[in-house]
């Protein structure tokens, strides 16, 4: 099911997803999901399957856990014929919430390429706070064409949290 849903947005994902062409089969997903199961034993990672109609439709995540800090950097994808919808801004806010209540950290944050429009959407809808535009040379959006691109960093710090409001099912 997740082969079939990354294949059929790889061309729209491939921009932001610097893992997406080393997918190409469900062996590769395979390989994906037993490395998130392991980071989740280790508490260095999390991540989360979204479902619509029985079929997965997107990730939420947080991508990487500084547990020495407390600080969760998340990532997130949605297929095309489900966005727009505020499935994405749901998930995140519910990550966010499980991020400072069940894993204690002290700040969360979504680094977002500054041509992202959807995913720094996201980010302005849960009132997290824009940074300085930064140019991140090792890993993320570099890893995407070879070459460093600047993004936007989005923490959200816990004592923030106070104001957030309350999820409903």
Not at 91 to 107: C, W
């Amino acid at each position: 099911m997740l082969s079939l849903r990354v294949d059929q947005n790889r061309e729209r994902l491939r921009r932001w997803l610097p893992w997406l062409d080393g997918a190409k089969d469900s062996s590769d997903q395979l390989k994906y999901i037993q490395r998130c199961s392991e980071s989740a034993a280790a508490g260095t990672a999390f991540h989360y399957a979204l479902f619509s109609g029985g079929k997965i439709v997107g990730i939420v995540s947080f991508n990487n856990i500084e547990k020495l800090n407390r600080c969760g950097t998340m990532g997130y994808w949605l297929a095309k014929s489900h966005t727009a919808r505020g499935y994405m801004t749901a998930a995140v806010k519910a990550l966010i919430d499980d991020g400072f209540k069940h894993l204690e950290l002290n700040r969360i944050q979504a680094r977002v390429a500054t041509d992202n429009y959807p995913s720094q959407a996201v980010c302005d809808r849960l009132g997290l706070t824009r940074m300085p535009v930064i140019l991140q040379e090792e890993h993320h959006e570099a890893w995407l064409s070879g070459e460093a691109e600047k993004e936007v960093l989005e923490p959200f710090p816990a004592d923030r949290m106070k104001a957030w409001p309350t999820m409903r099912g």
